[in-house]
C-alpha cells in the first residue's frame, strides 16, 4: 500500500510537461533587494541582482516509485532534508563570497553537497527497500550544479563542472582497510593530520558477492583521507577559524557516511545489514 508524495516533494521549476529531472533551486540573500520571491519550502527560487548565484540539483521524489506506507515518514523526512541541504548550500554561497581558490566552490559548496545527498538517497532507498524492490539508480541525482543564470561569478566561485576526484576505478584500489592510519605518515608540513575511526575491524563477515565492493569502498576511505590530508596542507592560511572544520573534515565526514552507507548495502543484499556504521564517520584533527 502507498500513498502520495506530500505537496513540497511536487516542485516544479518553470518546465512544461512534467520532466523526469527538475532542479531544486534555493534561496540566495545577500543583504539587497531579490529579484525573485520565494517559492514554497525549502527550496526557494530567489536571487539577487548581483549574487553569486543558486544551487540547482536533480529532483529525487519525481523519479521515485511507489513509496510503501511504512517507508513513508522516513522518505518524507530524508526528501525534506534534501531540500534542507540545497538551502544551506546556498548560504554558504553567500557567507564565503571571495573566499578560497578558483575551485572553492566545487570543492568546499557543491562537492560536500553531492556527498550529503548520496547518503540522503541512499536512505530513502533503503527504507523503499525494505518492504518492496529498492530503487536504484538514485545517486545519479546527487551531483548538483551552479547557476549564475547569466551572472559573472563572484571571486573564487567559478564552477568547474567536476567532483574533487573521482572514485577508483573497480579493481585498482585491491584489498581495503585500516582507513585509520591512511595518509598520517608523520607531519611534515606541521599543520597537522586527519585521524578516523578504522571501519574494516568493525565489519561483520562479508559476503563472497560483496567482498569486491566492499574492498573497493574501503579502499575509497583511505583516498579521502590521503586527499583530505593534502588539502590541509595547500590550504594553509585560507578561511577564519572554523576553515578546516567547514572545509575539510566536514565534507570528508559526508564523504564516509555515503562511502560506509555503500559498504553496508552491499553487505545486507546476501547478509544481515551491518547498524551503526555511520557513528564511524567522524574524523579529528591530531596536530
Given amino acids: ?6 505537496k513540497y516533494n511536487k516542485r516544479r521549476v518553470g518546465l512544461a510537461g512534467g520532466a523526469a529531472a527538475v532542479a531544486l533551486t534555493g534561496a540566495v540573500i545577500a543583504g539587497t533587494a531579490l529579484a525573485g520571491e520565494s517559492s514554497e519550502g525549502g527550496g526557494a527560487d530567489a536571487r539577487t541582482l548581483a549574487g553569486p548565484g543558486t544551487v540547482s ?13 511504512s517507508a513513508q515518514a522516513e522518505v518524507d523526512r530524508n526528501l525534506a532534508l534534501l531540500d534542507q541541504q540545497i538551502t544551506e548550500a ?8 571571495g573566499q578560497g581558490g578558483p575551485n572553492f566552490v566545487q570543492n568546499a559548496i557543491l562537492g560536500p553537497l553531492e556527498d550529503k545527498r548520496v547518503a540522503t538517497v541512499n536512505r530513502i532507498a533503503t527504507a523503499i527497500g525494505r518492504t ?7 545517486d545519479s541525482l546527487a551531483a548538483c550544479s551552479l547557476d549564475t543564470q547569466g551572472d559573472p561569478a563572484a571571486p573564487g566561485q567559478e564552477e568547474t563542472g567536476g567532483t574533487e576526484t573521482a572514485a577508483p576505478p ?3 584500489a585491491g584489498a581495503g582497510g585500516g582507513d585509520a592510519g591512511a595518509g598520517q605518515d608523520g607531519d611534515a608540513s606541521g599543520v597537522g593530520t586527519i585521524s578516523c575511526p578504522d571501519v574494516a575491524p568493525q565489519l561483520p563477515a562479508i559476503p563472497a558477492s560483496a567482498q569486491a565492493e566492499v574492498d573497493r569502498n574501503l579502499a575509497l576511505l583511505d583516498q579521502q583521507i590521503t586527499e583530505a590530508n593534502k588539502r590541509l596542507v595547500d590550504t594553509v592560511g585560507q578561511g577564519g577559524p ?3 572544520q567547514n572545509a575539510i573534515l566536514g565534507p570528508l565526514e559526508d564523504k564516509r557516511v555515503a562511502t560506509v ?7 545486507g543484499r546476501t547478509a544481515d545489514r551491518p547498524a551503526g556504521l ?3 564517520a567522524a574524523c579529528t584533527l591530531t596536530k
Fill in 278 to 280: 555511520d557513528s564511524l
Fill in 242 to 244: 572554523n576553515f578546516v
Fill in 57 to 69: 540539483c536533480p529532483d529525487v521524489a519525481s523519479q521515485l516509485p511507489a513509496i510503501p506506507a
Fill in 170 to 172: 573497480a579493481g585498482d
Fill in 1 to 6: 500500500m502507498s500513498r502520495a508524495l506530500p
Fill in 261 to 267: 552507507n555503500r559498504i553496508a548495502t552491499a553487505i
Fill in 90 to 97: 546556498n548560504k554558504r554561497l553567500v557567507d564565503t563570497v
Fill in 132 to 138: 518492496a524492490d529498492r530503487p536504484a539508480g538514485l
